[in-house]
């Protein structure tokens, strides 16, 4: 079974300062989805950004990039040029490729604050 | 945009009580799934729905269940609840297309309080 980590549970960052979430990966599969999700305060969960295994471009979605590391299992995100709506729970998440495995595995969540 | 909606944002029940989640989808998903989220764990899967009237069984099903009638309709169920079922639920849906990659669409979620 695929597992994913995230072993930051707290992260703070200054405004307009670079943040990194870290996310660690295990799996047995070669090709699978990886995905960023935001819980803001009290808001709906929504998706960051997207990244699919056999593509060894990095995803970037303007202040949201991430590293993916396919051989080390590890996908971390970063956040540029911090805002203070950029607060929120971050889950990483995990998804196999195979036609019909709907399903997300998704880590415990990093909570981000950011320090006006 | 996907519009995910569950029936409400907070709710107190008494142990024992038999408690209706429900969560309505407007983009025609085929996919639905309920998870349970609490400090500290993540989320966690407890049933989803690849279709209507299937159902699959999640990581934590016990003491939940689930009805898909209509396609754009999720329940979850608990048939009687209790204290260890206190918890943030939320509701999502995504598509089977290959170009949807799987994404999945959240509701705002219910906070569920058993006393």
């Known amino acids: 079974a695929q597992t994913v980590t995230q072993s930051q549970p707290e992260m703070s960052v200054q405004e307009a300062e670079t943040v990194t979430l870290s996310c660690t990966y295990d799996?047995?599969?070669?090709?699978?989805?990886l995905f960023w999700y935001k819980q803001p305060p009290s808001r709906q969960m929504i998706l960051v950004i997207r990244?699919?295994?056999?593509?060894?471009q990095n995803a970037t979605e303007n202040r949201f990039s991430v590293n993916f590391q396919k051989a080390a299992k590890s996908f971390s995100l970063k956040i540029s040029d911090s805002q203070l709506g950029d607060a929120a729970m971050y889950f990483c998440?995990?998804?196999?490729?195979?036609?019909?495995?709907?399903?997300?595995?998704f880590g415990t969540g990093t909570r981000l604050t950011i320090i006006p | 945009d996907v519009k995910v909606t569950q029936s409400s944002r907070y709710l107190v029940k008494r142990t024992g009580e038999k408690v209706f989640l429900e969560c309505v989808q407007d983009?025609?998903?085929?996919?639905m799934f309920w998870y349970r989220q609490d400090p500290g764990l993540g989320l966690r899967l407890i049933y989803f729905?690849?279709?209507?009237?299937?159902?699959e069984k999640g990581d934590i099903p016990e003491g939940y269940s689930v009805s898909r009638e209509k396609k754009e309709r999720f329940s979850l169920i608990l048939e009687s609840a209790s204290t260890n079922q206190t918890s943030m639920y939320l509701c999502?849906?995504?598509?089977?297309?290959?170009?949807?990659?799987?994404?999945?669409?959240f509701g705002p979620g219910t906070r569920l309080l058993v006393l």
């Open positions: 999502a849906s995504s598509s089977k297309e290959k170009l949807a990659k799987g994404t999945q669409y």
């Open positions: 799996t047995s599969e070669s090709d699978y989805y």
């Open positions: 990244q699919e295994a056999y593509k060894q």
């Open positions: 998440a995990y998804r196999s490729s195979n036609f019909g495995n709907e399903k997300l595995t």
């Open positions: 729905s690849y279709d209507v009237k299937m159902k």
């Open positions: 983009m025609d998903h085929e996919n």
